[in-house]
């Protein structure tokens, strides 16, 4: 089986601010792991992934995420935030083994409000 | 460059009615196809993929169907909507089914009443 932990529902910051949004994931070995963003009243849209190599990884709109084996986390961060960012980020989780190949996992989502 | 267009881009519809949802993907000959459901403030659910023509693979059972009848063309169907179908779909496609980005159309916001 396979999962995604999104534990924040929501967070607040102010502008200029570092934000970080947490991902935790379960699967049995290291899998493909993505971020999407979802402005309001949009659809989806990349902003990165993990597939191997360097565990930091850039992505678009100056985003950054580190996988990390050790706490089967993938959490995503940006300096300084600013009041464009708003909006509802998803962590989501690709299986590459066996049934699980090709097979995405969204987590709940993370509603992320930057105050001007 | 690929474009991805849905349609209708909102719908309201009757319980009990039917139901035609429509995606089209020019610049990419054979991509890989999918139907995500989001329901209102929830997360995403894969409800079908593609990866070639006459074929659709389906991932959740929720009275839905779904077909491709052309290398550019996913459709989602149902003859009877239920009230649990209200939500927003997204159709989406891939370069390959593995370890590939999601590009994800705009989206159609249906309300069933």
């Known amino acids: 089986a396979q999962s995604v932990d999104q534990p924040d529902a929501h967070v607040t910051l102010s502008e200029g601010a570092s934000l970080e949004l947490r991902c935790s994931y379960s699967?049995?070995?290291?899998?493909?792991l993505f971020w999407y963003v979802q402005y309001p009243g949009q659809s989806l849209q990349f902003l990165l992934k993990?597939?191997?190599?360097?565990?930091v990884v850039k992505g678009t709109k100056g985003f950054e995420a580190e996988f990390r084996k050790s706490n089967s986390s993938f959490n995503l961060k940006k300096s300084p935030a600013h009041w464009s960012d708003s909006a509802k980020y998803f962590c989501?989780?690709?299986?590459?083994?066996?049934?699980?190949?090709?097979?995405?996992?969204f987590g709940h989502g993370t509603i992320l409000r930057v105050h001007p | 460059a690929q474009t991805i267009h849905q349609w209708p881009v909102a719908e309201i519809k009757a319980v009990g009615s039917p139901l035609s949802l429509g995606c089209t993907i020019k610049?990419?000959?054979?991509?890989?196809l999918y139907w995500y459901w989001q329901a209102t403030g929830g997360t995403l659910q894969q409800l079908f993929y593609?990866?070639?023509?006459?074929?659709v693979e389906s991932v959740v059972q929720l009275n839905l169907s779904a077909s491709r009848p052309k290398d550019d063309q996913f459709i989602l169907s149902t003859e009877k909507l239920l009230l649990s179908h209200s939500g927003f779909y997204l159709c989406?496609?891939?370069?390959?089914?593995?370890?590939?980005?999601?590009?994800f159309g705009s989206g159609t916001r249906l309300t069933v009443l």
């Open positions: 593609s990866i070639t023509v006459g074929q």
């Open positions: 993990y597939i191997t190599g360097d565990t």
């Open positions: 989501a989780l690709e299986g590459n083994t066996g049934a699980n190949t090709g097979k995405l996992t």
């Open positions: 699967y049995s070995a290291a899998p493909y």
């Open positions: 989406a496609w891939s370069l390959d089914i593995s370890a590939e980005t999601l590009y």
């Open positions: 610049g990419k000959s054979s991509p890989n």
